[in-house]
């Protein structure tokens, strides 16, 4: 599986997923960029698919910011650069998550509790090979 990393763009043209810009896949905590090409491509068939605008949260997470954000420690889903948290709720969340299926994402995360800043669909595109074992589909 190939990955594209900050090194890669030199300019902005080099970037080929119209709908998502590599400053929002970008890690907050250091600006650091991976990401998989796979996931990335299915992110923006997701977008095409919906027809809709996607709001990426969280993308990246280099492993020293994803063990101060979350519990999943420096090797989360997040850590590989084939995970995305979407910021939805209500049917826009259904929608969102009947789509990923079909498309074949394989780690699906609800958050659909609390304030609507903080609703959300966690997405990646773990494979075996990444030695992640989780359900398809949780919530947290």
Not at 33 to 48: A, G, K, N, T
Not at 58 to 72: A, D, F, I, L
Not at 76 to 104: E, Q, S, V, W
Request: glycine letters at 8%.
């Amino acid at each position: 599986m190939s990955f594209v990393s900050a090194e890669h763009f030199s300019y902005a043209k080099d970037w080929e997923w119209e709908n998502f810009s590599p400053k929002e896949m970008a890690c907050q905590g250091t600006g650091r960029l991976f990401v998989s090409i796979y996931f990335l491509d299915l992110l923006q068939e997701l977008r095409r698919t919906l027809d809709t605008p996607l709001t990426v949260s969280s993308g990246y997470r280099s492993p020293e910011h994803n063990q101060r954000v979350s519990s999943t420690g420096t090797d989360g889903p997040h850590t590989t650069g084939k995970a995305a948290d979407i910021l939805c709720h209500g049917r826009n969340a259904y929608a969102l998550m009947d789509a990923a299926l079909k498309l074949g994402f394989t780690g699906i995360g609800v958050q659909q509790k609390g304030p609507l800043p903080r609703r959300f669909i966690h997405l990646d595109a773990l494979t075996v090979d990444d030695e992640m074992v989780r359900p398809t589909v949780w919530s947290y």
